[in-house]
């Protein structure tokens, strides 16, 4: 995953009427991308399809970052809030968290 600033030629998979279309961002928005294509859009406002959880996911990730006023300690007792919450709505995960210390 990385966080940059779109061309403007990634592709991102949406839903728009209720059908799959493809558009791209805007030149210079900040996206979340990776080898295929933009996964999110807007500073997370919009998430594509192929990156979203179903009841038949088994993997997921979960990025977590934060601006200031935000210390790096309330950042992870959100990450450890999460995760207990994924604990308890689905028992026998195997949940990893890392920070970047």
Do not use: Y
Request: charged content about 25%; proline content about 7%.
């Amino acid at each position: 995953m990385r966080l940059v600033r779109a061309t403007g030629r990634e592709p991102f998979v949406t839903v728009a009427g209720g059908e799959q279309s493809v558009e791209c961002p805007d030149p210079g928005e900040v996206v979340w991308c990776d080898g295929e294509g933009v996964t999110c859009r807007r500073w997370n406002w919009r998430q594509g399809p192929r990156t979203r959880l179903t009841e038949h996911s088994v993997n997921g990730l979960f990025l977590l970052e934060s601006l200031a006023p935000m210390s790096s300690e309330e950042l992870r007792a959100a990450g450890a809030e999460l995760a207990e919450s994924l604990e308890k709505l689905s028992p026998g995960a195997r949940i990893t968290l890392r920070t970047p210390d």
